[in-house]
């Protein structure tokens, strides 16, 4: 199903001072900086004097708002959008974000990154209240929760205050009433979020390198539990559920997030090189050349060259017309696919032994090819550092690993590992390395449960892609 891991979204959003006519041409630059958290679709929803309007598709954000789209939505002070990777609920433009509605006292828009794992109960429960499902995301679940829980209360982050004690799981969303603009993070953490100023405008956005590339000033990273809410002009804040445990999804660093971003205290590139780092002091080897697989192996590449003093060579010349998230469902289309997208230079790998270094291995397929590519091309030798620990169990949180069975170390040994995929060494970084690494983190603590298989908080007996789909009642 998968080569490399998937992580659902990416969220951005602003509430300016005046009314901006060119308000969704800067969500748009904000969402392109954050397209590798998901190409399947995208969208963006105005407030335009308490009016939502919205536009979404499937498709890159460059092809889904193009300058006729963007000239048909209105002005307005509020803004939200989304790029969406599934992994709960199939890719069709019904389940694109953001989600709006309206309801009897007011309209409301939402943005979401992450994974409920009550998301079957909280289903389950809302259908017999009476509520009707549209689509098969966790988004549509915490929009009828807020939306049930503002009938109750006087204002719409009370509504939140109670959706944060009924959801479990990951979320940092971004939702926007008539007249607020609220952004939320889990009491774990799980995933980024960030606020920043642009001159007198509020953006808020799922990495930093957003803000850097619509030329806003990053603030602060949004602190797990906290809920910000941004209204007349003025922002306010409080921590909500702060005393539960962390668990900051330590893939962000390994391989979602973009290397110019930093998210709670750590730089993303430094992170990936001081892997690397690590790597060459656990596992040194005699060898030629270092390379990274491209692109999110190059950072620890750089790192264990480095500090091993190989010196570090390009090996592979990437398309760059083949999107993160391409996936193939057959065997033949992927190793097409593979052929397709890294090119091997002969004349830098001939008879080199070669230190290749990569985030992660999850299947193992696409790390098979390469290998063999790469010893196709004429490489003497082909050494496999991995900047993680094994991969051993599911995620929960919003990652696309749903059953141990696609995981290559799911039963197997380094040295079994090492066998299936052709390797003439392979060694991952250690747990205690990662630990090491992330020390200086500011939310302290990390969800390692597919390393280890302890997790942050209670997860699901079972987990399903399709539970939407497949659910009865």
């Known amino acids: 199903m998968f080569n490399k891991l998937k992580e659902e979204c990416g969220v951005f959003g602003i509430y300016t001072k005046e009314e901006k006519e060119d308000l969704v041409g800067q969500v748009c630059i904000g969402l392109s900086a954050l397209q590798h958290r998901g190409e399947e679709s995208c969208g963006v929803a105005i407030n335009e004097d308490g009016i939502i309007r919205f536009h979404k598709d499937v498709g890159l954000v460059s092809d889904v708002f193009t300058k006729e ?146 030329g806003a000033e990053f603030e602060r990273d949004i602190e797990p539990g906290e809920i910000v809410i941004v209204s007349n002009n003025e922002v306010t804040s409080e921590k909500f559920l702060p005393n539960e445990k962390k668990g900051m999804c330590v893939f962000e660093y390994i391989y979602f997030a973009r290397p110019d971003s930093t998210i709670d205290g750590i730089n993303v590139h430094i992170f990936r090189e001081n892997a690397g780092r690590c790597l060459a002091k656990q596992a040194p080897v005699k060898a030629d050349i270092v390379a990274g697989v491209p692109d999110s192996g190059i950072d620890a590449a750089l790192g264990y060259s480095k500090e091993s003093k190989i010196p570090y060579d390009v090996v592979f010349i990437k398309s760059k ?98 066998q299936e995929i052709g390797a003439d060494t392979l060694e991952y970084l250690s747990l205690d390395s990662l630990k090491e690494i992330t020390k200086d983190c500011k939310v302290s603590d990390f969800c390692e449960g597919c390393f280890t298989h302890k997790y942050p908080i209670e997860v699901p007996k079972e987990i399903d892609k399709d539970r939407f789909e497949r659910i009865k009642i």
């Open 69 to 214: 789209v963007q000239h048909s939505l209105p002005q307005g002070k509020m803004a939200i959008g989304h790029v969406r990777y599934s992994t709960t609920g199939v890719s069709k433009k019904e389940n694109a974000q953001p989600m709006v509605v309206r309801h009897k006292k007011g309209n409301l828009a939402i943005v979401h990154n992450g994974n409920l794992t009550n998301a079957v109960e909280l289903k389950r429960e809302l259908e017999e209240q009476g509520a009707i499902f549209t689509t098969t995301s966790d988004t549509e679940i915490i929009c009828h929760v807020i939306v049930r829980e503002r009938l109750k209360t006087k204002s719409i982050e009370e509504a939140v205050k109670n959706t944060m004690k009924i959801i479990k799981g990951a979320y940092s969303l971004l939702i926007m009433s008539s007249q607020k603009l609220i952004a939320v993070r889990d009491p774990q953490g799980f995933r980024p979020l960030c606020i920043g100023r642009y001159g007198d405008d509020v953006v808020f956005a799922s990495e930093s390198c957003a803000l850097d590339i619509m």
């Open 321 to 418: 017309y083949i999107g993160r998230t391409f996936i193939q469902n057959t065997q033949s289309k992927r190793r097409k696919l593979v052929n397709l997208k890294l090119n091997p230079l002969k004349h830098t790998v001939k008879g080199k032994s070669i230190v290749l270094v990569d985030d992660s291995i999850v299947r193992g397929t696409t790390l098979t090819r390469i290998i063999k590519t790469l010893k196709e091309a004429g490489a003497k030798e082909v050494h496999i550092r991995v900047a993680a620990p094994p991969f051993v169990d599911i995620c929960y949180f919003g990652t696309d690993i749903d059953k141990k069975e696609n995981l290559i170390a799911n039963g197997k040994t380094v040295e079994e590992i090492r």
